[in-house]
């Protein structure tokens, strides 16, 4: 490629000082906003700066806390002030104040101090609000309801309970929670915007309450308190094995409300015996199987006051423990977003079928006029088979139902409450009427994570799969993330979470999200230090310790570090990631790990699928012994962020041995791998197994593998998220490209072409003639494969964090373009605020546009070619960069193309008739038995025909495609 002088627009506008002023905006505590219910005892404080100057970096700050707003806001009467501190931290600054009390609420501000000699106001307020911090804090009582299930029934109990609020009201907090799902009401208005709530944890270890505002919902006066209960992952049916009551066998409420009125008096209301119960509307509610409600069973009125609840029974006090209740720190479940239908239509089975258009995670809500009594079903689905009918297959034991029963008499509205469907056509049976497409809407539920990253190109086949990724994951990512939305599963698989969890800190703030999932990770790690498949356990202790999987345990909290600076993560989790590597140790013989069960390189291009006789299959106790290798290093890199220098000698010297081990065990005295697959090298190059002089060979048999089979990945779980990094790392980013661009089986955008709006399990779930693949492990949301994205974000638009320096505090920006794309661009949200690469090739020009956050740092690596580039160090602010550009653009097809591939590309096979003019007279049967090799293997069985010197002339014309 060749270089033409580097032009720089904008880069000499030097800041103008004192004249453009810095303000603090997005104030966070424990990385969320005004929260309430906090049960951290040291809080820490974030906040954002905004300036329109270049190369803005604080200097200082100061902050200040109060209980009193008018107070804080006159700086009197401080509970605590950090006076100016010289630094420029503004991510998760600790509090250093006095002891925080249960339910208090407190309020701050910050101001900064900047590097131009600019001081800002003091920001705005930002509060938080303390939950219960112990069990003695707990005045309510855990009731249950006070009559008995009918055999085989389990109707949703439902609790009321009125008061009287004898002043008026200033403020009033709910504490709750309970053993199943809860939905609560005060007033007849539904408190909060949660869903699924109290959410999944390892309930037997770590139960979360949920804290409200409520002091809207309040009147001076009479009120009443609705709450009921859903059987959800406490007592339902759940796991493929359709076990149900894991966690127990009965349903129990915990409701304690806090109330302060106008004169500083307070009271509290509580559950307990005086509470009554019944049944309602809700007749059935599972998970997996959906949820009948009957209309006419629904008690009108039942959360407002005056209700006659003459005939409810006194709910029955439980003795349970308050042990293991903890503050909710994630964000919870809620709505989203809501589609219409795109189609309506009648199957060639007769069924009457709705298209979203989309894969999604939630359920339906209906509208409805019809008559008491009258029954509609509503089936979900993620595909229609190739006739065009609605297809359950895959959804295995997984009944995903919901029936409605009306009440006639006008107009109903109706919606299940706890559960939960993966599904993107629905089948509707009993419906009084025409279906209208205004009467149905889906709307799509999960985890509340803001979304942070944007990536668009101009492919629009790139833009559906990165649609694809972000779906998959926003529908997985609910409370927990699960493997799949739809089936008998829905679990919280370990080897799922890690391999994508890079991915998943661009698309979506998930910070909070795996700071509460990885403490069940932990929670449920046996004595052993073995980690579960699945987080919740619910398949036993014995299921865990595969490579892969468990190393969850080091993975994802070093992910989280790199994305989000947060070293209390390191600090919650170095005794799991402790255990975990402890564990391996033990298992191992001689520092070599080759015995136990492990899922090895899970759903990776099958070996009868390869019609050449190759085999995908990599060794088991291979990649254990990598993952061994990198679980450690990432165990050492926490303990030298932590500061732990009793371990860091033990664990370099514990890597050092296993890394020899390896070369024993799995290197031939030649250099090659014994496993000769895409995942083995790809895993050995990603976790450095292999010394730097032996490396280069591996990524040449890796690239000769993936040509090998006409440039398609063979990986899976475990070796794809690393597949296109490893190319790029050793200079073959063109490969990787052509493996993102390939669209035939296997690859990434095989599903796209098949219409996927999701991420698939399996690389064909859907075949090219229509047919599906074995419907026992099949869904079509499952986020895995998704892990492509973050070689998207970091390799072509060059975002990625500094491991040294981490959180994107500074960045490095190196993007590495490519012909096959014309224009890509990103966007991240950071916690310092929005970060922006993007490029866009013409002609022999590529422009390239970055945008630094203040408070930040970045080294730009603008291509020169030939793998060269040009270094800058850049501070905040917006900069435009032109280079000369002679293109990196491979060609499509090689010698080792399958000559099938080369016939469906005119232009190729023009190519190749140009040059061997005997094949315009060969006849189907000789071209046929041609298709299945590459024009190499050709030139050793026909050498006379694909003589070396045509080879030659077809290989350099093929560059010119």
């Not at 109330?259 to 998970?287: F, L, Q």
């Not at 698309?507 to 004595?527: E, G």
């Not at 732990?644 to 065990?665: G, H, S, V, W």
Request: glycine letters at 10%.
């Amino acid at each position: 490629m060749r270089y033409l002088k580097l032009l720089v627009l904008g880069l000499f506008l030097l800041p103008v000082y004192g004249h453009s002023q810095v303000s603090v905006v997005q104030l966070k505590t424990e990385d969320k906003i005004n929260p309430i219910g906090m049960g951290e005892l040291h809080p820490r404080f974030s906040w954002q700066i905004q300036s329109g100057a270049q190369g803005v970096m604080q200097t200082a700050y100061e902050i200040r806390v109060a209980t009193d707003e008018k107070q804080l806001m006159r700086g009197k009467k401080l509970l605590w002030t950090s006076g100016k501190v010289a630094s420029d931290q503004s991510v998760f600054v600790p509090y250093g104040g006095p002891e925080l009390m249960t339910g208090q609420r407190y309020l701050w501000q910050v101001r900064v101090w900047d590097n131009q000699g600019n001081t800002s106001e003091w920001s705005p307020v930002n509060s938080w609000q303390m939950g219960q911090l112990k069990p003695s804090d707990w005045q309510a009582k855990w009731i249950g309801q006070g009559f008995p299930e009918g055999e085989g029934e389990r109707p949703s109990p439902y609790f009321r309970k009125e008061f009287s609020a004898t002043k008026s009201i200033t403020s009033a907090t709910a504490y709750v929670t309970s053993h199943g799902l809860y939905e609560a009401f005060i007033n007849g208005h539904r408190v909060g915007d949660a869903y699924l709530t109290p959410g999944w944890t390892s309930y037997n270890k770590r139960l979360q309450y949920q804290a409200y505002d409520v002091t809207d919902l309040l009147m001076k006066g009479g009120n009443a308190i609705g709450v009921r209960l859903g059987n959800g992952w406490y007592r339902g049916i759940i796991g493929w094995a359709s076990q149900d009551g894991f966690y127990g066998k009965e349903l129990a409420l915990l409701f304690q409300l806090e109330v302060t009125y106008s004169d500083g008096s307070r009271a509290t209301i509580v559950s307990d015996g005086s509470w009554t119960s019944h049944t309602g509307g809700i007749v059935y509610a599972e998970i997996y199987n959906g949820e009948t409600y009957d209309a006419g069973k629904e008690p009108i009125g039942w959360n407002m006051v005056g209700y006659d609840a003459s005939q409810w029974k006194s709910a029955v006090v439980q003795d349970l423990s308050y042990d293991h209740l903890i503050s909710t720190y994630n964000e919870p479940v809620r709505k989203h977003e809501e589609m219409q239908p795109i189609n309506v239509m009648m199957t060639p089975e007769g069924d009457h079928v709705i298209d979203f258009g989309q894969n999604l995670v939630g359920w339906v809500r209906l509208k409805v006029n019809g008559n008491a009594g009258d029954t509609i079903r509503i089936y979900h689905a993620e595909v229609l088979d190739k006739e065009g009918n609605f297809y359950t297959a895959n959804l295995r034991a997984a009944k995903q139902t919901n029936e409605f029963i009306l009440k006639g008499g006008g107009e109903e509205i109706l919606e299940p409450h706890f559960t939960f469907q993966g599904f993107r056509y629905i089948k509707v049976e009993g419906y009084p009427g025409e279906l209208k497409r205004d009467n149905f809407t889906a709307i799509a539920m999960y985890s509340a994570m803001e979304k942070t990253g944007t990536f668009v190109t101009n492919d629009p086949l790139i833009n559906q799969l990165q649609h694809n990724i972000q779906w998959g994951q926003q529908g997985n990512f609910l409370d927990v993330p699960t493997d799949c939305p739809q089936r008998d599963e829905r679990l919280g698989w370990t080897g799922d979470a890690q391999a994508f969890s890079a991915t998943a800190a661009f698309n979506r703030d998930v910070h909070n999200f795996f700071y509460k999932w990885l403490q069940d990770v932990a929670a449920d790690q046996s004595s052993s230090g073995s980690v579960p498949f699945v987080v919740p356990n619910v398949l036993g202790e014995n299921a865990g310790g595969s490579a892969g999987w468990a190393d969850v345990a080091t993975i994802i909290p070093w992910n989280m570090y790199l994305a989000y600076r947060d070293t209390r993560i390191l600090e919650n989790q170095y005794s799991s990631m402790k255990a975990w590597v402890g564990y391996m140790e033990k298992a191992s013989t001689d520092d070599l790990w080759n015995k136990g069960f492990h899922f090895g390189d899970w759903l990776f291009y099958r070996p009868f699928d390869d019609n050449d006789g190759r085999s995908a299959v990599t060794d088991k106790y291979l990649i254990a012994q990598c993952f061994y290798a990198h679980s450690t290093q990432l165990l050492l890199n926490a303990a030298q962020v932590l500061g732990k220098t009793e371990d860091i000698p033990y664990y370099q010297n514990l890597l050092k041995r296993i890394k020899a081990a390896f070369m024993k065990e799995y290197v031939t005295g030649s250099g090659r791998l014994v496993s000769g697959t895409q995942t083995a090298y790809v895993l050995a190059l990603q976790f450095d197994m292999l010394p730097e002089n032996m490396r280069q060979q591996a990524v040449d048999r890796l690239v000769e593998n993936i040509q090998s089979y006409s440039t398609h990945l063979t990986t899976g779980f475990l070796g794809t998220p690393y597949l296109c990094h490893v190319l790029s790392r050793f200079g073959h980013s063109d490969v990787a490209y052509a493996l993102l661009m390939q669209q035939t089986y296997p690859s990434w955008l095989y599903p796209v072409t098949m219409g996927a709006t999701t991420i698939w399990e399996r690389w064909d779930g859907i075949k090219p003639d229509g047919t599906f693949q074995v419907p026992s492990m099949n869904s079509y949301n499952h986020y895995a494969y998704g892990a492509i994205g973050d070689w998207m974000y970091r390799n072509i638009t060059g975002i990625n964090e500094d491991p040294a320096n981490p959180g994107y505090k500074h960045i490095i920006l190196k993007p590495q373009p490519n012909d096959v794309l014309s224009y890509a661009q990103a966007e991240l949200l950071t916690l310092f605020g929005k970060l922006a690469s993007s490029w866009q090739i013409m002609d022999d020009t590529l422009e390239l546009e970055v945008t630094i956050p203040a408070n930040t740092t970045a080294t730009l690596f603008i291509p020169k070619g030939e793998g060269m580039h040009e270094t800058l160090d850049l501070g905040s602010g917006t900069y435009h960069y032109r280079v000369g550009w002679a293109g990196t653009k491979a060609g499509k097809f090689d010698l080792q193309s399958k000559v099938r591939d080369i016939w469906k590309d005119d232009a190729a096979k023009a190519v190749i008739l140009k040059n061997i003019p005997e094949l315009n007279d060969a006849t189907d049967l000789q071209i046929g038995q041609m298709m299945d090799l590459s024009l190499g293997d050709l030139g050793k069985y026909a050498p006379d025909l694909f003589s070396e010197a045509r080879l030659k002339m077809i290989e350099e014309a093929f560059r010119k495609l």
